[in-house]
């Protein structure tokens, strides 16, 4: 039997896996079809018409503006405070390294409403930036800190022992090495700030994203928001081409595991007081603003809090977001499965495919399958299962990279020494494969889960009449500017989601050595 | 024995999960009950649970509503065409319907029905009926501008002086509202000129409530919105709109636009009968006194219902005199997004 695995899996012949697959990577690349053929439906001419006006430009700038200017300053504070905290004798960093985490918990749409509901002048570009850099800054800090942490400090030792300073060091020896994680972090800063519209309609921004939506609600299905949504996909190309282009630049390599030599934590002197003041202002800012918005407007609602709409919302909620985390773990595992035994182009192929449609901003992949369902195939319009598709396609990758962890652990010849120990193929599956990638299915679920439970664009545009979620239930009372209605719901997805950033930052906490 | 031999086994549990969970949705997520009347509605909430809730105890017949908004639910039943699990349509102004009615999806509303609406505030087409009504006014903060310097007319606010001096929400259908009435009475050219005037002289604001907010603290001297937010929050707690005051333009200025709130039955309706019921009723002496003590602030239609006491009588508004029927919502979206606000 394994002399003769090699032949039995001829390159371009499709296993069943392979088939799943490639039918999974589809469906995740329908919605660009769609929006394409929604766009030329006019005609092409129409198409560049709607394309060429003078409000796109204005989107452009400000979407661009937005991206420049928020990824900027959340590279800036989260390598600065990865920086302190993990390299420097900061006082209290195993608390810093908590405290800098934890805005993943508040959703920024929740943290844009806390600004605002206190501050209602915030708008433009400037308050955009400011709640959009609070909320997506633990994007950098947490690879780079982990990065930093992990770090060999014998390559610093032998540069300071050939003669650099300590700043030409850092320069020209940690950040070559810490790029990837830096680049990493500031994509997914970018893509999130592509896909964001709570914030933005809150600040009252106009970016993309929400231009999108103003043209679903004053005119549904229209060629201008196809057009919108093709800008929004050019803008969201260029910035995953820029990735692949700065990522593949250089590479460094690290031979042999070896022992690490943990780096001395620079003393930082008379800045120490400046530091902790720093970050102590920016976690005033990230955390405490939010917490103070919150009791607040708590406070003010009073009984008010536990409403039958809030517990219907809750309910609706954790159904979806089982259903949903059940669904894209199920579609996830045929993809991961080919990508991990099987590497070669077809597999490369679905791999970037499947991601590439999760980066998609959320509003696209909706207004794709609402086109989709209203033209192509009507009786699935505001159905569970279509607003299920969107999730799938939108979170997959959640899924496959905790799968793909998993399946690392369960090699072949494990699985062939318990066929020839007598198991079946169930057998097998149940007894030997399943324990082994279960921890990977379920964290891969639980991501999901997460995700679902908060997301709010897709979810507006999609969500069957009469189901309110407890992003759609917040939406809709901060919308209207009810404040107070609000704050439950938002503290119900802050409480949803903290369990997951505690798991986050205790791993993140955890010494990799 | 490789991995991947397994999977058709895990691609089974798959579809039967699918399966599983696509059948589970019907019970966790409420569907359509094919036996109850079906409202797809952008009204208030408020407004129409009242409503189902006075008709099912006077007839027995049972209802369940879709609530949306008023573009999109109009579009939606324009896609849906001859499959709409729709029997009766209710918008909170008259362009959504007008969509619905030029696509030839609407049956004729019995006679009876109009004839219980003042003919002012139902279509020459007789494919729909009013059902309640709203008025646009300018809101403004004493604290900041004088009454005396309130403009005379809404055209007014595309004049350079107003710039940044004034609030409005041209993304949502009320706004969008008071557009294609101005369309109608005074042409495309002008309509147009003058949304290039919004877009450059105003601050946009999501929805009407946030327009009142901002005027009321201060952010900008003016608004335009329409009447029943401001009554409302009056009648409640005043907490969003103590500080300002409401200028009707009055004397058919195109900010005197009175706004009809539609009703229409589905010609694809398997239940023709139920739904002219439906409308009937809420047009009728009964729906018309629910929504005059319903608090919702709008205004009544019905032949000699008073609107709530608070309201200034609506016909002494010298609202400008149009034809519900003819105005043109997807001319003013098409204006909007030329001009830039879309």
Redesign the interface.
């Known amino acids: 039997m394994p002399l003769s695995t090699r032949t039995r899996h001829r390159p371009g012949a499709l296993t069943p896996v392979a088939t799943i697959a490639v039918i999974v990577a589809t469906v995740c690349v329908l919605p660009l079809g769609v929006i394409l053929a929604a766009a030329l439906d006019a005609g092409a001419s129409e198409a560049l018409a709607q394309l060429l006006r003078p409000r796109v430009g204005e989107l452009l700038r400000n979407t661009t503006a937005l991206v420049v200017v928020t990824t900027t300053a959340s590279v800036v504070l989260g390598v600065g405070t990865a920086w302190l905290v993990e390299r420097t004798a900061l006082p209290g960093a195993r608390w810093w390294r908590i405290a800098l985490v934890a805005p993943l918990a508040v959703p920024a749409f929740v943290n844009a409403y806390a600004w605002v509901s206190l501050r209602p002048s915030l708008t433009g570009l400037a308050g955009a930036a400011l709640i959009t850099t609070l909320s997506y800054t633990p994007f950098v800090f947490l690879p780079v800190a982990a990065l930093l942490r992990g770090l060999d400090s014998a390559w610093e030792d032998s540069a300071r022992s050939l003669g650099l300073g300590p700043w030409r060091t850092f320069w020209r020896v940690v950040v070559p090495q810490v790029r990837p994680a830096v680049l990493g972090g500031a994509l997914l800063v970018a893509l999130h700030l592509l896909a964001e519209f709570g914030v933005l309609a809150l600040i009252r921004f106009p970016t993309f994203t929400t231009a999108i939506l103003d043209q679903y609600e004053a005119a549904f299905d229209t060629t201008g928001g196809a057009v919108l949504s093709l800008a929004l996909l050019g803008l969201t190309a260029i910035v995953l081409t820029g990735d692949h282009v700065l990522r593949s630049r250089r590479t460094h390599a690290r031979l042999g595991a070896g022992v690490r030599r943990r780096p001395q934590p620079a003393r930082l002197g008379r800045w120490r007081g400046p530091a902790v003041a720093g970050l102590t202002a920016y976690v005033l800012l990230a955390l405490g603003v939010p917490a103070y918005s919150l009791a607040h407007w708590l406070g003010r609602g009073g009984a008010s809090i536990l409403s039958g709409d809030l517990v219907a919302a809750l309910w609706s909620t954790l159904w979806l977001a089982l259903a949903a985390g059940a669904i894209t773990t199920l579609a996830a595992l045929p993809v991961a499965v080919l990508v991990q035994r099987r590497p070669g182009r077809l597999t490369q192929v679905i791999e970037r495919v499947t991601y590439l449609a999760s980066s998609l901003p959320g509003v696209v992949i909706a207004l794709a399958l609402v086109t989709l369902a209203v033209r192509w195939i009507g009786p699935l319009y505001q159905t569970p299962a279509l607003l299920l598709l969107a999730y799938v396609i939108l979170f997959i990758p959640r899924s496959m990279v905790s799968i793909r962890a998993a399946l690392a652990h369960a090699p072949d010849g494990l699985l062939d020494a318990a066929r020839s120990l007598g198991a079946g193929p169930w057998g097998t599956g149940r007894r030997v494969l399943l324990p082994i990638i279960l921890p990977g299915l379920l964290s891969g679920f639980a991501l999901v889960f997460l995700a679902t439970c908060v997301e709010l664009t897709a979810t507006l545009l999609l969500a069957p009449t009469g189901t309110t979620t407890l992003a759609t239930g917040f939406w809709a009372a901060s919308d209207s500017l009810d404040y107070a209605a609000a704050a439950p719901y938002a503290v119900a997805m802050i409480l949803l989601s903290a369990p997951l950033t505690w798991l986050i930052m205790t791993r993140n906490s955890e010494d990799p050595t | 024995?490789?991995?991947?031999?397994?999977?058709?086994?895990?691609?089974v549990?798959?579809a039967l999960?699918?399966t599983a969970?696509?059948s589970?949705?019907d019970e966790?997520?409420?569907?359509l009950d094919p036996t109850k009347l079906t409202i797809y509605s952008a009204q208030h909430k408020n407004l129409v649970d009242a409503w189902v809730k006075g008709f099912e105890a006077d007839t027995g017949i049972k209802v369940q509503v879709?609530?949306?908004?008023d573009?999109?639910m109009?579009?939606?039943l324009v896609?849906?065409g001859a499959?709409t699990p729709a029997d009766v349509f209710l918008t909170e102004n008259s362009p959504a319907i007008t969509v619905v009615q030029d696509a030839g999806l609407l049956a004729p509303v019995d006679k009876a029905t109009l004839d219980q609406v003042a003919p002012a505030y139902r279509p020459s087409s007789g494919e729909w009926v009013g059902i309640a009504a709203r008025s646009t006014v300018l809101i403004y903060n004493p604290s900041k501008i004088t009454e005396a310097e309130l403009p005379g007319s809404m055209l007014d606010l595309a004049k350079p002086e107003w710039k940044g001096r004034w609030g409005g929400a041209p993304?949502?259908?009320d706004f969008?509202a008071i557009v294609s009435g101005m369309l109608e009475a005074t042409g495309e050219a002008e309509t147009k000129a003058w949304l290039q005037g919004l877009k450059d002289n105003a601050k946009?604001?999501?929805?009407n409530?946030?327009t009142m907010?901002?005027v009321n603290?201060g952010?900008v001297p003016v608004g335009i919105m329409y009447h029943y937010y401001w009554y409302r929050d009056q009648a409640l707690t005043k907490e969003?709109s103590a500080n300002t005051k409401l200028h009707y333009f009055k004397g058919e200025d195109v900010g005197a636009f009175v706004s009809v709130s539609g009703g229409g039955v589905l010609k694809a309706s398997d239940r023709g009968a139920d739904a002219q019921k439906f409308l009937g009723w809420i047009t009728g002496p009964k729906g018309q006194e629910v929504l005059a003590t319903s608090k919702s602030m709008e205004y009544a239609v019905g032949q000699g219902v008073a609107s709530d006491p608070a309201l200034p009588a609506l016909d002494s508004l010298e609202a400008p005199k149009i034809d519900p029927f003819t105005l043109d919502g997807?001319k003013v979206?098409s204006l909007?997004?030329?001009v830039?606000?879309?």
């Open positions: 024995m490789k991995l991947t031999r397994l999977i058709p086994a895990f691609a549990a798959a999960t699918l969970c696509g589970g949705s966790a997520t409420p569907e879709r609530q949306g908004k573009a999109s109009g579009n939606q896609a849906e499959k993304t949502g259908a969008q946009i604001y999501q929805n409530i946030a907010k901002a603290a952010e969003s997807p979206i909007m997004t030329e830039g606000i879309l």
